[in-house]
């Protein structure tokens, strides 16, 4: 007999093609699912079950008519930090620039500051209410950076308190090393000392086993190309995936540099040209949008999503939590920012926090669809159809969640 078995929903597997027979998202109405061993063993429509549902399961669920979903997956942020920005995000209101804030003791710094400052315990019980945020809304995977110690000890610090979240809360946690994020102040104008040093942090890291991928960020103000390939090349090296902070600014051609070395992801874009496209489609790098940030800092300059499209790049979406520019604990929030900012459709912005989320931590082959052998992390919603979850603003219409066939939630 199966563990669990779901009747009377309807699922949005998120499948493209398969049992769906190519609806829109996947859609299967009136369909069934079942749990073993914490994998989804069975999914369909409910009047192809091979017999009875009490027969088939110990414990059958009637879902009332629920839409199910994947588990929802953040795969950006940086949810572990000190301190908070609020002041400087009033200052920047009134009319201070950037360079104004920074010579105040603002900006990035006042974060490494802040993060260098607290223990662990205070840096867990900072993060756990973000996360929770989150949970609440759907999420059963998150992606989590360090970035704001800067030192090996303070990056350490970091990735063990993302480890202790996913250990502590009913979620998946993959985790991020960003030792190349900013410049700290005691190597004003010392890049490539910097760099020297992240070199020098990469084996440390890689043998703690705290860190499953390693990000930079590829702008004038923090890293050029030259110095990111440095750090991805000691990444390989140690076996580890690379992802980046790309073309958020500027085109410098991260996107490129992320296609050249086969990363999971290229995150923001908005100056991404389209030789850097046609480069990630080649290599199925995933494009991941951060509304948030493009909302929080009053951008203009969109990303080119119609090129995404047309080359075929996965486009994925994420909170991009962290202090100074995203704020954002709201996935559903960035479902609609999605659509409403980058014009995205309601299905490609469910694919993105769904299917190509995982793609973009590279779990697609156990995540971020409903498919037999999959694991069992998804969502009972009370709507009537998968668009009202990005129309909606303000509104949780989460029932109930399923992690590992689990019930956490509802």
């Not at 980046?244 to 051609?253: E, I, R, V």
């Not at 498919?371 to 029932?399: M, Q, T």
Request: glycine residues 10%.
């Amino acid at each position: 007999m199966w563990d669990d078995l779901w009747t009377g929903a309807h699922l949005a597997t998120m499948v493209a093609g398969g049992v769906s027979n190519g609806a829109p998202y996947g859609a299967i109405a009136d369909g069934a699912l079942a749990v073993e061993d914490g994998r989804i063993a069975w999914i369909g429509p409910q009047a192809e079950l091979p017999g009875a549902p009490d027969a088939l399961a110990r414990r059958v669920h009637d879902a009332g008519g629920a839409w199910i979903t994947p588990g929802l997956i953040d795969c950006h942020t940086h949810l572990v930090y000190g301190g908070d920005r609020a002041r400087e995000f009033e200052l920047r209101l009134t009319g201070a620039s950037y360079e104004e804030i920074a010579r105040a003791g603002g900006g990035i710094r006042y974060t490494v500051e802040q993060t260098r400052a607290a223990s662990e315990e205070q840096l867990y019980a900072g993060a756990r209410p973000r996360l929770d945020d989150l949970l609440a809304e759907g999420v059963t995977t998150v992606e989590i950076k360090s970035g704001y110690g800067l030192t090996l000890d303070d990056e350490l610090k970091m990735l063990r308190v993302a480890r202790r979240l996913g250990e502590t809360a009913p979620v998946t946690v993959k985790t991020t090393f960003l030792g190349a994020h900013a410049i700290p102040p005691e190597f004003d104008r010392r890049p490539e000392a910097y760099i020297d040093t992240v070199l020098a942090m990469l084996p440390r890291v890689a043998e703690s086993g705290l860190a499953d991928a390693v990000d930079a960020f590829c702008e004038r103000i923090a890293f050029y190309p030259e110095q990111v390939a440095r750090v991805f090349e000691a990444a390989q090296a140690l076996g580890l995936p690379i992802k980046l902070h790309a073309d958020q600014l500027s085109d410098l051609k991260g996107a490129n540099l992320v296609a050249r070395f086969g990363g999971l992801s290229a995150d923001h874009l908005e100056y991404t040209c389209e030789d850097g496209i046609r480069a990630m489609a080649l290599k199925g790098s995933v494009a991941v949008l951060l509304p948030g940030a493009f909302y929080f800092l009053r951008e203009t300059k969109l990303p080119p999503v119609e090129a995404l499209r047309k080359a075929g790049v996965p486009i994925a979406l994420a909170t991009d939590c962290n202090p100074g520019s995203s704020p954002v604990t709201s996935i559903l929030l960035i479902l609609n920012m999605g659509c409403t900012l980058f014009r995205l459709t309601p299905e490609e912005a469910l694919a993105g926090i769904t299917r190509n989320g995982a793609r973009a931590l590279g779990m697609q082959e156990t995540h971020g669809t409903l498919e037999a052998g999959k694991v069992a992390d998804f969502v009972l919603w009370d709507i009537s159809s998968p668009a009202e979850l990005a129309y909606r603003i303000g509104h949780n219409p989460c029932r109930q969640v399923v992690k590992d066939g689990t019930v956490v939630k509802g």
